[in-house]
């Protein structure tokens, strides 16, 4: 399976995000969340194809 990421600029460096749906209809809660994806390294890394 694979996810569709967005490459974006943040802290300093390009980070993998994703886009998220939410719908929590007793509480009226719906749209879009953009959570970063945490590899749990220090370090992530993105080739520029990928990024592009």
Not at 6 to 21: H, I, Q
Not at 31 to 45: E, H, K, N, R, W
């Amino acid at each position: 399976m694979r996810i569709p990421l967005d490459v974006r600029t943040y802290a300093e460096g390009l980070k993998p995000f994703v886009t998220m749906y939410l719908r929590i209809p007793h509480q009226r809660i719906h749209g879009a969340i953009y959570p970063f994806v945490d590899t749990g390294s220090p370090y992530t890394l993105i080739s520029k194809t990928d990024a592009e």
